[in-house]
Nanobody, 115 residues
């Protein structure tokens, strides 16, 4: 059974940092690219970052470029999103996504950036 479990979300002040984790199981993690998406209230879900199978290639939304870093540890079946210099507009539910044949979503973790 495929499972993606996000953690690390919470409340942080503007300018602060958070590190999200997504623990994967039920598939061959190292064979698939992974992504982070986010969805703010009333808005469409948007892609934040994507990482290739080995971590050798990454892609970011312009809105987070230079502030967020996606990484993965294939030995731990985990993908991370390091978020620095957080802004209120980063507030959203963040979802882990496995780019398998059918695609799988995590349950999401709330990130709130507010003073």
């Amino acid at each position: 059974q495929v499972q993606l479990v996000e953690s690390g979300g919470g409340l942080v002040q503007p300018g602060g940092s958070l590190r999200l984790s997504c623990a994967a199981s039920g598939f061959t993690f190292s064979s698939y690219a992974m992504s982070w998406y986010r969805q703010a209230p009333g808005k469409e879900r948007e892609s934040v970052a994507t990482i290739s199978t080995t971590g050798g290639s990454t892609d970011y939304a312009d809105s987070v470029k230079g502030r967020f870093t996606i990484s993965r540890d294939n030995a731990k079946n985990t993908v991370y999103l390091q978020m620095n210099s957080l802004k209120p507009e980063d507030t959203a539910v963040y979802y882990c996504y496995a780019r398998t044949w059918v695609g799988y979503w995590g349950q999401g973790t709330q990130v709130t950036v507010s003073s």
